[in-house]
């Protein structure tokens, strides 16, 4: 049973582009979480996908949008890069429906570069 | 609003030393408690978890207990090991679905 999985691994990019993050759920998740975790912090919640619809959304601009497709596979795409936008972002997936615990399970991340 | 506190690291302890990793919460109701770890290049792995007052949460030798009256989720481990290098973040999340609000981070070496 594969994991939650994210691509790529490793970006880097230049200031002012665009980027786009990819995530696939563990199977028989319907839930995709994105997180960013700065180096040596703790991860912040970026926003929340159910039913291809943003259901929750912390507090980041809107420089950072998603996607979720009806397979549960999401995006997230970051606008206008800033050098502070570096940082290891994480998806996580869960199963919403009550017969599930609610835990999220995390993926390794896709580790992105801002020059 | 709702935030996560951890001591702060690094914690460095010889191998078989006891170890605790204090954290506390502010929230309001009765939030779930998860203790994750993150090892060198890797995502999150769930360690334990509570989602009551005064449950205990343990696995592979680490447990910690909800205590509501300190608002604490202390991490504890009686005899670490070299592997068990790595950082560990406290986190708690309000309702069922909802996101996570992770603490810091406390990393935590253990040399042989």
């Known amino acids: 049973d594969a994991g939650v999985t994210q691509s790529p691994t490793h970006l880097i990019k230049t200031r002012g582009q665009q980027v786009t993050l990819r995530c696939s759920p563990k199977?028989?998740?319907?839930?995709v979480s994105w997180y960013q975790q700065a180096l040596g912090q703790g991860p912040q919640f970026i926003f929340q996908y159910y039913e291809e619809e943003e259901r929750q959304r912390g507090n980041f601009p809107d420089r950072f949008s998603g996607h979720q497709f009806p397979n549960y596979s999401s995006e997230l795409n970051v606008n206008a890069l800033l050098l502070g936008d570096s940082a290891l972002y994480l998806c996580?997936?869960?199963?919403?429906?009550?017969?599930?615990?609610?835990?999220?399970?995390f993926g390794p991340g896709t580790r992105l570069t801002v020059t | 609003g709702d935030s996560v506190t951890q001591m702060e690291g690094p914690v460095t302890l010889s191998e078989e030393a006891f170890l605790t990793i204090n954290c506390t919460y502010t929230?309001?109701?009765?939030?779930?408690l998860f203790w994750y770890v993150q090892y060198p290049g890797e995502g999150l792995q769930l360690l334990l978890k509570?989602?009551?007052?005064?449950d205990k949460g343990s696995n592979k030798g680490f447990e910690a207990t909800y205590r509501k009256e300190t608002t604490s989720f202390h991490l504890e481990k009686g005899s670490v090991q070299v592997s068990d290098s790595a950082v560990y973040f406290c986190a708690l999340r309000k309702q069922y679905g909802q996101n996570f609000v992770f603490g810091p981070g406390t990393r935590l070496s253990v040399l042989p």
């Open positions: 509570a989602t009551k007052a005064d």
């Open positions: 199977s028989g998740h319907d839930t």
């Open positions: 996580a997936s869960s199963w919403t429906g009550t017969s599930g615990t609610g835990e999220q399970y």
């Open positions: 929230a309001t109701g009765y939030p779930s």
